[in-house]
């Protein structure tokens, strides 16, 4: 079988009158660290049989966390209208892969935004991201989590500028952020 075998081939249509909505929800923003993900459900391979495109940008099944460890996902808001997952191919020919990020700001440079930026600037996390559109992204894994590439506290010069922290992560994988469809779990000692 050669590596071009059993590639989906389907139309890709589009509707005009779809009503598209960009952007991400503000409010419904999950982040875990990936040291403490128990297990993670992942892409199906590509090349399976009876593949559809659907199915190979989709991970289905639920991310876990060592039972009775009060480990998860702890949620996030970011200001309206900053966040976004983007998604782009680096490397030369025949040997492309892509680079996911996400980007938001905090608004806010309190002291428990300050805090999250001390504590995770250098931890592998795990973001789950819902977009407007309902959809939810995954960015990192287990295996391949995300980083802070870059942040920058600012307290803004007026009144009219923007205080808190402008966040950047990314990781390189093969794939675009993929979307998932499996439970969300909440830490069990956050102290919203």
């Known amino acids: 079988m050669g590596c071009f075998d059993n ?11 779809a009503e598209l909505v960009a952007g991400i929800s503000e409010t419904e923003i999950y982040a875990a660290l990936s040291t403490d993900i128990d297990t993670m459900p992942e892409l199906p391979a590509l090349g399976t049989a009876n ?7 989709t991970v289905t099944g639920d991310i876990t966390f060592a039972a009775q460890s009060g480990k998860g996902f702890y949620k ?7 966040g976004e997952v983007k998604s782009g191919l680096v490397g030369k020919k025949g040997n ?12 806010n ?3 428990q935004n300050l805090g999250w930026l001390r504590q995770n600037k250098n931890n592998p996390l795990v973001f789950l991201v819902k ?26 010069k007026g009144p009219e500028d923007d205080t808190g922290i402008q966040v950047a992560l ?23």
């Open 170 to 192: 990314e990781n390189v994988e093969g794939t675009p952020s993929p979307i998932y469809t499996g439970a969300i779990t909440l830490a069990a000692d956050n102290h919203a």
């Open 109 to 111: 440079t309190s002291g």
């Open 76 to 82: 996030m808001m970011v200001m309206p209208e900053t």
């Open 96 to 107: 492309k892969k892509v680079k996911n990020s996400f980007e938001f700001f905090l608004s």
């Open 51 to 57: 593949q559809t495109l659907e199915q190979l940008a």
């Open 131 to 156: 977009e407007k559109s309902g959809r939810i992204r995954l960015i990192g894994s287990k295996t391949n989590p995300v980083y802070m590439e870059t942040a920058d506290v600012t307290t803004g």
């Open 7 to 17: 590639i989906p081939l389907e139309n890709i249509e589009n509707c005009p009158n």
